[in-house]
Each structure stands twice: as C-alpha cells, then as structure tokens.
Antibody, heavy 121, light 112 residues
C-alpha cells in the first residue's frame, strides 16, 4: 500500500526547534519530489517546501526561508522538516505529500495524515 | 507570488443539484511544456486533503464522473453535476506552474 506517515509534532515554545518526519512506503521514494503543506487551525492549506528526488534542489515559501529546512534520506525512505526559530504563526497541522514533479507539477497525489505543531509559551 | 482567488467561499447546495467553483490566477499557469498546472483538492472534515483533478481536467481514478474541471490560462472551474452528501467539505485549487506553489482560499460546500 502506498503510504506516508508523519510524526514528530509537539508543543514547543517560540524560538524553539523541532524535526518532523515522514515515512514513505509502497512506492519508489527516490523517484519523486516531496513536499510539506501546512494548515493552521481553522484555516486553508499553505504550501511550505518542496525537495527534488535526489535532494539537490529545494524551494520554500518566503515566510519560512532560513528557519525551516526540508531534507530527505532516500536510503531510509524518509522526508524531514527541520524547524528552527519557531514562531506562533507556525502553529499548524503539517502534511507531507508526494509531488509527481515534471509533467505534473503540484499534483500532490499521496498525502499523509498530518502531524500537529503548536508553538506557544 | 501568484495569487489564486476562488469564488464563492461558501457554497450551500441542495442534494442532487449542480455546483460550480471558480478559480482565477494572477498569472498564466501554462508552462513551456504545453501543460497547464492547475489542480483541485478536496478536504472532508477531519481528513487529509485528497487530489480530485490535475492539469485542469484530468480526473483521478476513483473520483466520480459527476466531477469535472475546465478552463485555461488564468480562469478555471470545478463543476459537480449532481451534489451528493459525500461531497461536503472544502475544495481548493492550487497552481504548480510558479514557485512558490499557491492554493486558493478554499470553498466550503455544505448541504442545504
């Protein structure tokens, strides 16, 4: 079964750090771009970051540049989001998703169940 | 950044009636490869989003044929020919043509 399972969400203080994980199974992980999308409580979806199949390229929404870093380990079939200097406005459910990439950009076809990050003092 | 504007934001519909959601972008979503990278997602309450339609009009397997996508360049539409109870939730358009990817605000469909 094709599946993405996120973990690592927690309550953290402003300025703190957290690392989210996303375990992939059922497909050739190293053949796909991967993405993180977040959803603040009661709000819409916001794309956060993408990473190329081999990890050599990544893109971010401006509001997280320099603070959040998307990383992947193809040997472990895992995607990560390293979150530093967290702000209250980073509070959200974070979803990992598969991006088919070239020829079908942004057509996220597989989504995880999400993991909740709460930034609060 | 490309701004995606959906309308309406709230859509009360009677069961069995049609529904339509508009999505407009501030820049063309046509890429040099000839594809138009406009996608539609559906999120039911308490669930993860699910892709419905990709590249404007390509319906995902398992998506009922009462759903259809159309449009071009900067102007797109998602139509449901006859709304069923399972169609409730929020619908999002999203562009994959330009970085950063951007979503519309979402349209909440409810049954009258």
């Amino acid at each position: 079964e094709v599946q993405l399972v996120e973990s690592g969400g927690a309550l953290v203080q402003p300025g703190g750090s957290l690392r989210l994980s996303c375990a992939a199974s059922g497909f050739t992980f190293s053949s796909y771009w991967m993405t993180w999308v977040r959803q603040a409580p009661g709000k819409g979806l916001e794309w956060v970051a993408n990473i190329k199949e081999d990890g050599s390229e990544s893109f971010y929404v401006d509001s997280v540049k320099g603070r959040l870093t998307i990383v992947r380990d193809n040997g472990e079939n895992s995607l990560y989001l390293q979150m530093n200097s967290l702000r209250v406005e980073d509070t959200a459910v974070y979803y990992c998703a598969r991006d088919p990439g070239a020829g079908n950009w942004g057509a996220f076809d597989i989504w995880g169940q999400g993991t909740m990050v709460t930034v609060s003092s | 950044d490309v701004v995606m504007t959906q309308s309406p934001l709230s859509l009360p519909v009677t069961l069995g009636q049609p529904a339509s959601i508009s999505c407009r972008s501030t820049q063309s979503l046509v890429y040099s490869d000839g594809n138009t990278y406009l996608n539609w997602f559906h999120q039911r309450p308490g669930q993860s989003p699910r892709r419905l339609i990709y590249k404007v009009s390509h319906r995902d397997s398992g998506v009922p044929d009462r759903f259809s996508g159309s449009g071009s360049d900067t102007d797109f539409t998602l139509k449901i020919s006859r709304v069923e109870a399972e169609d409730v939730g929020v619908y999002y358009c999203m562009q994959g043509r330009h970085w950063p990817y951007t979503f519309g605000q979402g349209t909440k469909l409810e049954i009258k």
